[in-house]
């Protein structure tokens, strides 16, 4: 049986390191033995095809492609059409009322609970908000991502350790669910 999954890649193409090109991504993900590869924007999202593995293996099958063809590691998250449309058909926030720029969703590699954000005082940050979804967190920034003080709070090290966290704009995450649709 084959599925479709998108490849969500962490840190690349952003202030002119970690170059990875969408045409080298696809080939490199056709040479992979996957079908149907097509590329999202250049921040690092491919969609693609294939008849085996899982999401965690196939993470790990691309982060050592990419690694051995720009010698440099990359962190990869692959999730398939069904979590992905859950993910956005989960959103608590109004996501048809807002803007793209103001809704958030951070995908990470394994479950995470509340505990691991007990420490941050939602009230400090009003009007901002975040609530944990499946492997997810939704944020709502009205002034957006790059002015978002609870975005800075929420992205420190001791928050993520142990996990890959990647996050798209709202319109990527439809975007995505799109793609993948077979």
């Known amino acids: 049986m084959t599925t479709t999954y998108a490849a969500l890649l962490r840190g690349i193409n952003v202030g002119g390191s970690r170059k990875v090109p969408m045409a080298a ?9 996957h079908d149907g590869v097509r590329t999202y924007l250049q921040s690092g999202q491919a969609v693609f095809s294939t008849g085996h593995g899982d999401e965690d293996g196939l993470a790990r099958e691309l982060t050592g492609a990419i690694e051995k063809r720009f010698g440099f590691a990359v962190d990869v998250i692959v999730r398939d059409h069904a979590y992905l449309e859950a993910v956005a058909e989960a959103c608590p926030f109004p996501a048809a009322d807002l803007e793209a720029k103001q809704l958030h969703v951070t995908y990470f590699s394994a479950p995470v609970d509340a ?68």
């Open 25 to 33: 991504l696809r080939t490199l993900l056709e040479g992979l033995g």
């Open 115 to 182: 505990d691991r954000f007990a420490g941050i005082d939602p009230a400090v940050y009003q009007p901002e908000e975040f609530r944990l979804g499946d492997r997810a967190l939704y944020l709502y920034a009205p002034d957006g991502l790059g002015r978002s003080k609870l975005a800075e709070q929420l992205s420190r090290p001791r928050l993520t350790k142990g996990l890959i966290a990647t996050t798209r704009n709202w319109n990527t995450v439809v975007k995505l669910v799109e793609m993948t649709r077979t």
